[in-house]
């Protein structure tokens, strides 16, 4: 098939027909390509290279694909997508961007467990290191190449010389006293042993390691070595391992490795794997290469390095210009022992190994190239046996052998593979590969590598690679890497950082390391007396100590979360102790202020227990060059007789542009309601209101535009113009609710009118206590604040007591001026930048099944809201099920929403927006105002996942979003060229709100006295969908409000059932697929399923469609027949089009024996047409358009079809294809005149 027909083919078919047709054509490329006997040799899940395939013809075959699919794809096609099924899917994924109905094949499943993590006991720590190579005589010298982005090149060679390899010269170390060897005996040993005990030696010397500490234990020896040249005088050949534990008398394993490049690697995880076992107590691990220059000189002479070694003798890792590497020597060595033991016996702790992966990936493409499988599978084994995440991984230290196609296939594996197991898609991870420095030290190499990076955790240093250029052209554009030649700081974090290193080699054996930072918090904690006592459960705080660090700790948690410092369980996490977000905000911002730390939010949520977080706290100590504050130093605007004024925050700035372009605008009226017995105290009521408007300023503001600018302005008006209550007496016949949504949707001006009202509504024996407060000035926060001072001051009125007005609170125009700041800080660029990476290409509109279309017109329906109430067994469990998951409650709904929502759309990619409290500094926090903003939550929901799973990367998410939460929502929007453009239509129309805070207050006996709150009339807020969950701790209240324009009542109530049933689906299995999950009752399944469905219809036998279409046009003349895109027609102007047609076509000959021909595209006028032929007696024979020319020759030739009914578009194309055919071409949409003219009745 030739490239325009298989494309042209594949963009007419249906969905479901892509994945067969486009892999039946790749499956017949291959049999002609490899010249095969059979299609039945080429398997779905076969691997290509099974059928013979190497890599030259890999690349050949991509180029063939190119060709006929006319795309562009990188030579690595074959390595990556190794199998028919694999690659049919990328190709019409990711290349030709056609819809793919079929379920993805499984080839990389990060979530498949492989290892269990290792235990925190079990960590090794690496304690000592040396090591020597060309230009570089210690580790130091090694560092210094590095840092200076030196690369090796060596002398360039004339033509007809042979290439050159990086040389050890200087063999003399002053330390072999260390091992008991003389230097005549180091002078008769072979260079392959002088090199070894050299590095040992070192090693011991520059780590005062003494060689009773290594024989009088258990010590493994693991070195990577080939076997050196055999020396005839002797019958055998020693192992270099059991010649290192002979002469420094060690005992225990003594291994010699070769896997290759992998060797070193491999060699540590023989030497975990030995000291877990008890096989030792510690480990010598090294490599070492030599190169005999003789042996070299003729390989090269021979032509055997022309495809593998650099031309001009420089490695240029990832470049797209590298054609090989430099061979070099080198050796070194690091030693291991259990961290425990290390920090025991005060050893110098230079790194700990979380994990070492060797795994081989089975057969390549040859024994040379690496194996992107084997790669992937290798990175995610380390992954898991360490237990970690790759977003904790900063740098990979990668292999790099300057090949451009296996640069780019290493490069991809770790590129997807990070990734995949990545919960933060602005993750990034820089690469850095040492052979640009040192050439290549083949047995040695993973050593030298294993040296850089312990440099690189010591100096804190992201190093750059040498010699590096134009990266290398085939790794995928969008990658998540960062390659450059700079070197760059490594940014201190709360958590010790990590660095992973790559490696595979030839045969096949591929290795992944990832080391730890190591942080001495016990020094620090030792060091640091507060600390100590922080960290240890059952210390007890002394507030009369120096040091205020541990009273400001322990002050914070007794005061937020009201828990005493000593009574904590360390074991615990913050969810087994039921803190929320928000109060796990609130103790972030106040400890970092107090502390002058920063530590994230996301970083505190995201521990697993009490332990990690003290650990936490620790490192942030340590790493904190600050001082202590104790409490915050606030400017704070001060109370003087003048005018009071300010500029508006960003969110109060969007809020007054949506009240000014739709004044008539109520979703922002927030509603109080409270319900007394008997009849309340008026002026008490007044008085009350009074002393509220007096100490929280913010609530007699008025939004004004300053006079000769266009700035808009908050200014403080005085109380008298703000004290506004109305009594309002309900008679029998008026419905109390009725009456407060009549008072809630009152406008407010806000320029001029009070932005709070309270109304009295008195009853026979209940008076009603209603509250409207525009948002602009108020918050939920707010609220919580707000009714126990309130309702404390009018119980005190009533009691006769004196009450004492408290300052006026004007922190949130400090707060205003802070966002000012913020917005021109380094950080708020960052936070910019990250939310417009993560909402890039974000389709904001969720497509909701809604009962009618949104309209471009305001709504005039109204608000509505469906309750429920969780019963407290599903509560109970879902509390369980948060405790195991270690999840908050908020997140766990959330998820659970964003799968009911994907579910109701059935869209992957659901974004939810969801309030943040803000009150960045301690001063804002006891504060009224509109503080609030608003994220936006992405998902990418994939349905093979379970909700377990999801919940961990919502958990992430989540968090993630937090830490960059402060970026105003209305910048989000202008950043993303969003507008409100109609007020009433959020960009972002669903929400999600989890509240838990007023409980405790509402609760109050003391502070509430009877006042009974009630929740029946609600903020009228204009998003389409919200869902909106109050948890009052014992009982779950969940609301769904919704627009009424948009949604049926019974459609809502419809959803609140399925919502229950998809979380007793969560509760009965957390761990299923989410595609398992089931919205619809059985009952409802079944109506929907099946009642809906019977509509079997009894056809009268020996009557033809076209005579029963035409009674149901005589019928039903002009409801509508059939939709395609924007045209429709009603069954009247159906039957008069196909009858027209059908006289045109009896006056063309058309009889009872005649078949007609039809090939025309999806449209009306194919519907005309087959009425149309039947109509006149004939027979139709479809013609697909995207068959081959031959083929629909072949069809009308062999149906001697006179007439070919079609369309203008195919025309030119059918002329050609039945030029020398007595066939008709009659093109319906270029004909339509000749048509409506035939004149005549129609022949039966």
Known sequence: MLSSEILRHLKTALPEQHKPILSGFIRELLVDFLELDSLE????????????????????????????????????????????????????????????????????????????????????????????????????????????????????????????????????????????????????????QQLMFKVIADAMVNFDVSSQALSKQTTGVFIAAQQTVHDRNVPYQIPIANKLSFQLNLKGPSESVNTFCTSVYVALNRAIQSIQAGECQQAIVGGVNIIAAEEFAAAASAGLYDTILSADNQTKSFCDDASGYVRSEGAGVILLKPLSQAEQEGNNILAIVKSAAVYHGGRGYSYEAPNPQGLKA?????????????????????????????????????????????????????????????????????????????????????????????????????????????????????????????????????????????????????????????????????????????????????????????????????????????????????????????????????????????????????????????????????????????????????????????????????????????????????????????????????????????????????????????????????????????????????????????????????????????????????????IPSFWGKYHALIAGKTLVTQPPDLAFLDYVNWERAYLDSAKAVEDQAWWQAQLAGQAPTVNLPYDRLPQSTLSTSGIGCQKFTLDEASFTAMKNLASKLKANLSVLFLTAFQIFLHKLAQEQEIAVTVPVRGRPKQVHENSIGCYINIIVIPCSLAAEKSFSELVQETRQQFFNCLDHAQYPFPKILADLGLTLTNPKENPFPVSYTYQNFFDELLNNATVMQGVEPLYDIYQQTEDNYTLEIYDFRKTLQLNFKYKRSLFDDETIVRHTTYFNNLLAAIIADAEQAVKHYELLPPAEKQRVLTTFNATQLHIPKHRCLHELFAEQAAQTPDNLAVIFADRHLSYRQLHEKSTQLAIYLQQQGVTPDSLVALCINRSLDMLVALLGILTAGGAYLPIDAALPAERIKSLLQESGARLLLTQQALLAELSAITQGLDCQLIALDTHGEQIAQAQGALAT
Request: glycine share 6%; proline share 4%; with cysteine.
């Open 41 to 192: 040799e080429v398997a779905e899940d076969q691997n290509f290279m099974d059928l013979g395939t190497d890599s030259m013809q890999a690349v050949d075959f991509k180029f063939k694909l190119e060709q006929l699919l006319q795309c562009s794809l990188k030579s690595t096609l074959l390595f990556d997508y190794p199998r028919l099924d694999l690659l049919t899917e990328y190709l019409l994924n990711d290349v030709l961007h056609l819809p793919n109905s079929h379920s993805k094949t499984a080839d990389f499943n990060p979530k498949q467990p492989i290892a269990n993590p290792v235990s925190e006991v079990n960590e090794i720590a690496i304690i000592a290191m040396a090591g020597i190579f060309p230009g570089a005589e210690n580790v130091e010298g090694l560092w210094e190449k590095v840092m200076a982005g030196e690369s090796l090149k060596l002398s360039a060679q004339n033509a007809g010389q042979h290439l050159d390899f990086g040389r050890l010269t200087n063999l003399h170390t002053a330390a072999l006293d260390k091992l008991g060897i003389t230097q005549a005996v180091f002078l008769v040993m072979d260079r392959q």
């Open 378 to 786: 290798t990175i995610k084994i380390s992954i898991e046996k360490a237990g970690i995440n790759t977003d904790s991984i900063d740098y990979v230290e990668a292999h790099g052998i300057g090949n451009v196609m296996a640069d780019a296939l290493e490069l991809g594996a770790i590129n997807q593979c990070y990734r995949a197991l990545s919960a933060r898609p602005d993750k990034h991870w820089h690469i850095s590969c040492i052979k640009p420095t040192l050439g290549h030290p083949e047995m040695a190499s993973g050593i030298a590598s294993l040296l850089k990076v312990l440099k690189a955790l010591e100096h804190k240093t992201l190093p750059g690679i040498a010699n590096f250029g134009v990266i290398n052209s085939e790794l995928a554009a969008d990658h998540a890497l960062i390659l450059q030649a700079e070197n760059h700081p490594w940014p201190d974090t709360p958590t010790p950082r990590r660095v992973a290193l790559n490696s595979y080699a030839i045969g096949g054996m591929n290795a992944h390391v990832i080391l730890e930072e190591y942080r001495n918090v016990r020094e620090a904690l030792q060091g640091n007396n507060s600390i100590a006592k922080i960290h240890n459960s059952a210390a007890k705080i002394d507030p009369d100590a120096n040091d205020l660090h541990d009273v400001i700790v322990a002050d914070l948690m007794r005061e937020i979360f009201n828990l005493e410092l000593e009574h904590i369980d360390q074991s615990l996490s913050l969810v087994d102790y039921g803190f929320d977000s928000i109060k796990v905000m609130q103790f972030v911002t106040q400890l970092n202020e107090k502390l002058a730390l920063d530590i994230k939010i996301s970083q505190v949520l995201s521990v697993d227990h009490f332990a990690d977080f003290f650990t936490l706290l620790a490192c942030a100590r340590a790493n904190n060059q600050g001082k202590l504050t104790g409490q915050a130093q606030e400017s704070m605007p001060k109370v003087v007789p003048c005018l009071i004024q300010g500029p508006l925050s960003q969110v109060q700035k969007g809020l007054w542009y949506v009240n000014e372009i739709a004044s008539d605008s109520i979703s922002f009226n927030i509603p109080m309601t409270f319900k007394i017995t008997g009849k309340v105290d008026q002026d008490k009521l007044r008085q009350a209101l009074a002393m509220m408007l007096e100490e929280y300023p913010m609530l007699r503001a008025g939004i004004v535009q300053q006079e000769g600018t266009e700035d808009i302005m908050q200014r403080i008006r005085p109380i008298e113009s703000c004290l506004n209550l109305q009594v309002i007496q309900l008679d029998l016949k008026q419905q109390l609710n009725l009456v407060l949504l009549a008072l809630l949707r009152q406008p407010f001006d806000l320029s001029t009118d009070a932005l709070l009202r309270l109304f009295v509504i008195e009853a026979a024996d209940t008076s009603y206590v209603f509250f409207v407060i525009h948002h602009i000035v108020f918050d939920g926060t707010s609220g919580a604040l707000f």
